[in-house]
């Protein structure tokens, strides 16, 4: 239950960083106990490789542990955490969820970075910035698999400092620090069910239009 949890509080605030700087606001020391709270028992941390694409090429892997999360996701814990995300991004404490997203970063050429991501996101039709063990996340790439889509997932949290600093720059411009964060022929979408959401797009019968404009379907 623990790992579970844990994961999924990764999700949403990103890995606990090695020296955080303390900061002298209320909203601060408050998302920095959540924070504490959410990865004190995280127990899988992130792991050194480079991004991976699905472009309908390789062979899946067994969805196993996925599925599991993905199970987590949709029970009341799991919905509970996603309301309280939800929340936290329309409430002021967001700026601080940036701030920290920053400090996880530390410094970097931010002009580089933004125009790494910039490519990222220009030169793909879909593309998905990723946790690997978040359970939104997963059940995001297994629709687009299901769907029959091509996309490039980058996993920033096996992406070393790059993820990190990919991931602050995303905060800046999108004002979103949770994972996933999708870019449909170079527009955000948001995550899994917020932003509006690829789920909420789903419903309303507009994804497939747009992975078809996009020309990201098979």
Request: glycine share 10%; aromatic share 8%.
């Amino acid at each position: 239950f623990w790992l579970k949890a844990a994961v999924a509080a990764q999700a949403f605030f990103g890995p606990l960083p090695a020296m955080a700087r303390p900061r002298r606001s209320a909203a601060g020391v408050f998302l920095a106990g959540v924070v504490l709270l959410g990865a004190g028992t995280l127990f899988v941390g992130p792991s050194p490789a480079g991004p991976s694409s699905r472009l309908g090429l390789a062979p899946r892997r067994a969805y196993k542990d996925d599925e599991e999360r993905v199970g987590f996701m949709d029970s009341p814990i799991g919905q509970a955490i996603g309301a309280l995300s939800k929340a936290l991004s329309d409430s002021p404490l967001n700026d601080a969820k940036i701030w920290l997203a920053k400090q996880q970063a530390g410094e970097y050429n931010e002009a580089e970075v933004s125009a790494k991501l910039n490519s990222y996101i220009k030169d793909n039709s879909v593309v998905m910035f990723s946790y690997s063990k978040c359970p939104f996340c997963i059940k995001a790439k297994k629709e687009l698999d299901d769907m029959g889509a091509k996309y490039l997932v980058l996993d920033v949290d096996k992406m070393g400092d790059e993820g990190k600093h990919l991931r602050a720059e995303l905060a800046e411009r999108t004002r979103r620090t949770s994972m996933p964060n999708i870019f449909i022929a170079g527009e955000g979408i948001g995550g899994c069910n917020d932003g509006p959401g690829m789920m909420t797009l789903k419903k309303e019968g507009t994804l497939l239009p747009m992975l078809e404009k996009a020309g990201a379907m098979r």
